[in-house]
């Protein structure tokens, strides 16, 4: 077994690492699953209902911090839905580096729950982030990691991605302004982009609905009512696509009707190209998208008859 001491806590200062990472390697494994089952989120309910070696523990609580009590250190954070973000109690903010700040319970930095999260902190273990979507539901997004505190303004540094971490190796060498320009860049570092992205690639299972074509890396979440139309960072918003068709689908190239048949523009239909044109676009003509098998993931039918006229205007 492997211990490490940990040097804020009170008692033995003895981590058991190798239980920790079972428990966080377990919730992570069930929260897979679970999204599998209900795409749009899971429930505060179900949260407490998760079971390690038989015994039930809840990866939900009340308050903001979650820390298990056979864990050291906080397994879980979250943010609680709320449609005034300006009156959030936990605002999730990025500070002038571009990354997540997490408040602190209260204002006491010995607080028990702001302690389990430094621990966690100190060990950079994987947390799980509950995001809240609507009153009592939550997309989970990790691991995500405390990299850092900032007492002054009772708050830690979170890192959500793979491209935040990047963008702290800069913010902590103290290139700020880098950082943040690196994270606007890549554009779907903000929770929101991000929960919607994960939830849109996990219904269509990471493949793009006009060609289904599997690339991870290569699949967008397009969104049907963009983000600044006031569009929803939710799965019934988007279709997961690859980079050649959501360009195709937001220059207006291609519309889909409300019935999932993709429209070619037909000037397009027209012009005579090399392959890429002939089998990537012209060919999909009055196809079907694929949509997810689950009913309450596919496109919304209004959003999508909305946007289909949008692309029967610019035809015309
Ligand atoms: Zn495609």
Redesign the pocket.
């Known amino acids: 077994m492997r211990h490490v001491w940990v040097g804020d806590r009170k008692g033995s200062g003895v981590f058991d690492a190798d239980l920790d990472e079972r428990v966080r390697s377990s919730a992570m494994a069930w929260l897979r699953a679970e999204l599998l089952r209900t795409p749009d989120g899971i429930s505060h309910a179900r949260l407490q209902d998760f079971h390690f070696e038989g015994t039930r523990l809840a990866l939900w609580s009340q308050r903001g911090i979650r820390k298990p009590a056979i864990l050291d250190a906080a397994l879980a954070i979250q943010t609680t839905y709320s449609n005034r973000p300006d009156q959030r109690p936990y605002e999730d903010e990025p500070g002038p580096d571009g990354l997540l700040r997490y408040k602190w319970m209260g204002t006491n930095p010995n607080a028990a729950d702001n302690r389990a999260l430094r621990v966690a902190m100190e060990l950079h273990l994987p947390l799980i982030y509950l995001v809240g979507l609507r009153p009592g539901l939550y997309q989970p997004i990790f691991p995500v990691y405390v990299v850092a505190e900032e007492p002054e303004l009772h708050q830690f540094v979170v890192t959500t991605s793979e491209q935040e971490e990047t963008a702290w190796e800069y913010a902590s060498q103290g290139e700020v302004e880098l950082s943040r320009r690196y994270l606007e860049s890549v554009r779907s570092h903000r929770v929101h982009q991000r929960v919607f992205r994960e939830q849109v690639l996990l219904a269509y299972g990471s493949r793009?609905?006009?060609?289904?074509?599997g690339h991870r890396e290569l699949i967008d979440a397009a969104h049907i009512r963009e983000d600044s139309a006031g569009g929803e960072p939710k799965v019934t918003n988007g279709i997961a696509?690859?980079k050649?068709?959501h360009a195709t689908f937001d220059n207006l190239l291609v519309g889909i009707t409300p019935d999932y048949r993709i429209e070619v523009r037909h000037d397009l239909l027209e012009e005579v190209d090399g392959p890429t044109l002939q089998h990537?676009i012209k060919q999909l003509h009055r196809e079907k998208i694929r949509v997810p098998e689950r009913r309450i993931a596919r496109p919304d039918r209004e959003l999508l008859a909305e946007r289909f006229e949008r692309f029967m205007t610019a035809v015309a």
Not at 208 to 213: G, V, W
């Open positions: 793009c609905a006009f060609c289904n074509l696509m690859c050649l068709h990537s």
